[in-house]
C-alpha cells in the first residue's frame, strides 16, 4: 500500500466516528423505557386510588427516591463508560437516595401513626415489589448495557453494577405508581433488596458483556 492510499484509508476510518456513549445510552434508554411502561401497564396496572395517592407526601416521596436513584447512577454509568474512569470521588452521587430515605423516615417517624413500625416495614407487597422491579428493570438494563458496549469500561463489573442501579432506579419508578405501600421504611428495605438484585444482575452480566 504507497502512502497516499494509507492516508486515504486512515480518512475513511477517521470519518466513521463512533457514537458518542451517551447519545447511544440516551436513545437505547428511550426505546427501552416505554417497553418496561407497558409491561407495568398490562401486567399490574396502576394503583386505583392514584389520584387521592398523589395527595401523600409520602407516596410522593417514593418518586423523588428512585429518581435521585436512577439519575446519578446514569451519570456514574457514562463516567465508568471511559477507560481511565474510576469510582474514586464519584461514588458519593449514590448517596443522595439514601439522604432522601432517611429524611422520609425521620418525617414519618415524628407524625402519629395508625400501623406499628414493622407492620409499615413489611407492607402488604413485599413479595411483588421484589419480584416486580428487576422484572421491569431487564429492558432498560438491556438498554444501558447495549450503550456501555460503544464505550470502554476498563471495569466491566463495577459498570455493569451501576448500569444496573439505572435500570432499577427506572423500574422502581415505574412500580411506585402501582405499589400501594407508601411508608419511606418500606422502600428503604424493599426498594432497596430489588435494586441490589439489579445491581448484582448487572455485575454479572456487565462482567462478561462490557469485557475489551
Not at 432499577?168 to 418500606?186: I, M, R
Amino acid at each position: 500500500m504507497d502512502t497516499d492510499q494509507l492516508i486515504r484509508t486512515l480518512a475513511a476510518d477517521n470519518g466513521q466516528r463512533a457514537q458518542p456513549v451517551g447519545i447511544v445510552m440516551a436513545l437505547a434508554l428511550m426505546a427501552a423505557t416505554p417497553v418496561s411502561t407497558a409491561m407495568l401497564l398490562v401486567g399490574l396496572g396502576v394503583r386505583p386510588d392514584i389520584w387521592i395517592a398523589v395527595r401523600n407526601p409520602f407516596f410522593d416521596l417514593k418518586f423523588i427516591v428512585t429518581t435521585a436513584l436512577a439519575i446519578p447512577a446514569l451519570i456514574l454509568s457514562l463516567h465508568l463508560s471511559r477507560p481511565e474512569a474510576s469510582l474514586h470521588g464519584w461514588s458519593w452521587l449514590l448517596i443522595a437516595p439514601i439522604v432522601v430515605l432517611i429524611g422520609g423516615i425521620a418525617a414519618e417517624m415524628m407524625l402519629p401513626q395508625r400501623e406499628p413500625m414493622m407492620t409499615r416495614l413489611m407492607g402488604h407487597n413485599s413479595m411483588l415489589c421484589m419480584a416486580a422491579i428487576p422484572a421491569l428493570s431487564l429492558p432498560v438494563l438491556a438498554a444501558a448495557l447495549f450503550g456501555l458496549r460503544h464505550g470502554a469500561p476498563a471495569r466491566p463489573a463495577v459498570a455493569g453494577a451501576i448500569a444496573g442501579l439505572v435500570s432499577a432506579g427506572v423500574a422502581a419508578t415505574l412500580y411506585a405508581a402501582h405499589c400501594n405501600d407508601d411508608s419511606p421504611l418500606f422502600v428503604a428495605t424493599w426498594y432497596t433488596a430489588a435494586a441490589l438484585i439489579v445491581a448484582g444482575l448487572g455485575a454479572a452480566i456487565g462482567a462478561r458483556v462490557l469485557r475489551y
